[in-house]
């Protein structure tokens, strides 16, 4: 039994066969009808649910306690005490056989139940009556099978002579499970007794058919032991108890049988496992990305971990579990570099999720991680200026708003950051002046996004006369010619356009030196 590389408690279902290891259905990429490998994107070889089921020899203890319950062990006694009873009474040989056989036929008839309801992974003996509701014919069937495999064996020891009679019996010995497997999967007596399918299952099955073999043949030489021991002294009873013996054996056999079946399900080309897989639904393209990042992350793959994470930031824009996992991860491990590059799409997040509370404890979990980090977002930067100042942390609130007309010129909200630079500065000693001067600076920068929101709007007035203008000439043009599209053959338009960017830059500069 093979285990998941990324879950050691785990049985495995999956083997990739290019990286030498075992996965669970977890840890493997479901996206497509064959599972692939996360880690090189292989096809994965299935294990099946064969794989998690323990090999039978590591459950000898539980077999043998299969049959020990009220139900199935009076079954055992009574038709051991009737197989009994048909070999007392030689006067009467009809009667005797037809006793034998139906002992033999009961007995055979349940284990073979056995078989199939352990084979659909039923580890509970069924109900003696259970066993029965089924018709004749399969009971029929079975009986015929073992006659005509005993036939074979005995008409090649009559007329080969021992040795090849001999080799022949036990060929039919070693392939009797086969075949009753067979039987069990197929329900086709020719398909059972054909013997290329017999070999076919043993080559499947491999070495653990031949311990179940081993395993049959201890059972038998124990029952004449048996014999050996205790038919000397009362042969009636000698025969009782080899009978119950044999035919709990029987049932252990058979049991053992059908778990041989459910263990290689998958070899032997049907699965147990069909009807909890349709009941299970897909994953979800989220689960798959979480679990492709789990696996990358137990392989050591941190490069793969961030690239993938910056997918599922990419595609899963409201996913808590991805942002806070990530960022978990990158506190624990102390990453710098990459918690500065990550601070800001956290914050953001925090931002969009609407958990304000976690902003500034947040930003001060960044700056154990990555001292020197600032966001790069004149915005975030004021915003969490604003929360510094209410809970008194000025120092790391003019941290943040320090120098921000040179970082941002553009940011129409530089005003009101130098007039909070300046209310926060009033609150640290000795720092009126710088107080002050953050004042006259907000002025100044208001004055000058005054002028440029003014410039703004003159040019916007502006263009759309030009706009006017020019639609009215094209049009004019347009009708006439059916021409291309405008702008592209005249001059005129794309020439009106070009004089519109110095506006900008001419008021820009005038302010400046104003
Ligand atoms: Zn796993
Ligand atoms: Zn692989």
């Known amino acids: 039994m093979d285990y998941c590389k990324y879950h050691p408690l ?3 279902t999956y083997a990739c066969r290019a990286c030498n290891i075992c996965q669970c259905d977890k840890c493997v990429d479901d996206e497509h009808r064959a599972a692939h490998c996360f880690v090189c994107g292989a096809v994965l070889e299935s294990l099946g649910s064969a794989n998690t089921v323990e090999p039978f020899w590591r459950r000898l203890k539980e077999a043998f306690k299969y049959p020990v319950n009220a139900n199935s062990m009076s079954l055992i006694v009574i038709t051991a005490l009737i197989s009994v009873l048909a070999t007392l009474m030689p006067f009467l040989w009809i009667l005797s056989l037809v ?3 139906f002992a033999a036929g009961s007995i055979m008839k349940y284990s073979f139940t056995c078989l199939e309801r352990t084979a659909m992974g039923e580890m509970k003996a069924p109900d003696v009556m259970d066993a029965y509701s089924g018709g004749i014919t399969l009971l029929l069937q079975l009986v015929l099978m073992t006659v005509v495999l005993t036939v074979i064996a005995g008409a090649a020891y009559y007329y080969l002579g021992p040795a090849l009679g001999g080799l022949l019996g036990f060929i039919a010995v070693f392939s009797y499970p086969a075949i009753l497997i067979r039987f069990a999967q197929t329900e086709s007596m020719l398909e059972a007794m054909n ?3 017999a070999v076919a299952l043993m080559a499947a099955i491999g ?3 031949g311990l179940l073999i081993v395993f049959m043949l201890i059972m038998m030489t124990s029952v004449g032991v048996l014999h050996e021991w205790i038919g000397a002294l009362v042969p009636a009873v000698s025969y009782l108890l080899q009978s119950i013996v044999s035919n709990y054996y029987t049932v252990v056999m058979f049991h053992l049988m059908g778990y041989m079946l459910f263990q290689y399900q998958e070899q032997l080309g049907y699965s ?5 897989d349709d009941e299970t639904p897909d994953r979800s393209e989220q689960e798959r990305l979480a679990a492709k990042i789990d696996v990358m992350l137990k392989e050591g793959d941190y490069e793969e971990v961030v690239k993938l994470y910056y997918q599922a930031f990419k595609k899963f824009p409201n996913e808590v579990i991805f942002f806070e996992k990530f960022f978990d991860l990158l506190y624990v491990c102390k990453k710098a570099v990459l918690m500065a590059d990550y601070g800001l799409t956290y914050l953001e997040f925090l931002n969009r999720r609407k958990r304000f509370d976690k902003l500034t404890p947040t930003l001060k979990q960044i700056l154990f991680v990555a001292p020197d980090y600032l966001p790069d977002s004149p915005t975030m930067r004021v915003q969490l200026a604003t929360l510094l100042k209410q809970q008194g942390d000025v120092k790391l609130a003019v941290k943040l708003l320090n120098g921000m007309h040179k970082l941002y010129p553009e940011f129409a909200g530089l005003p009101d950051a130098y007039q909070l630079l300046a209310d926060t500065l009033d609150e640290i000693p000795n720092m009126h002046a710088q107080a002050e001067k953050c004042r006259q600076m907000a002025v100044q920068l208001k004055r000058k996004v ?3 929101q003014a410039a703004l709007a003159l040019q916007v ?9 020019a639609l009215n000439k094209t049009t004019g043009v347009k009708a006439v010619r059916k021409g291309p599209p405008p702008g592209t053959t005249l001059s005129g338009i794309t020439l009106e356009l070009v004089p519109l960017e110095p506006v900008v830059a001419k008021t820009d500069a005038d302010d400046a030196t104003a």
């Open 461 to 469: 007035e502006q263009k759309r006369a030009q706009d006017a203008q």
């Open 10 to 12: 785990d049985g495995a």
């Open 272 to 276: 147990a496992r069909s009807d909890e």
């Open 450 to 452: 005054d002028e440029r």
């Open 207 to 209: 070495l653990p058919y």
């Open 99 to 101: 006793l034998y056989l």
């Open 195 to 197: 013997p290329f399918a």
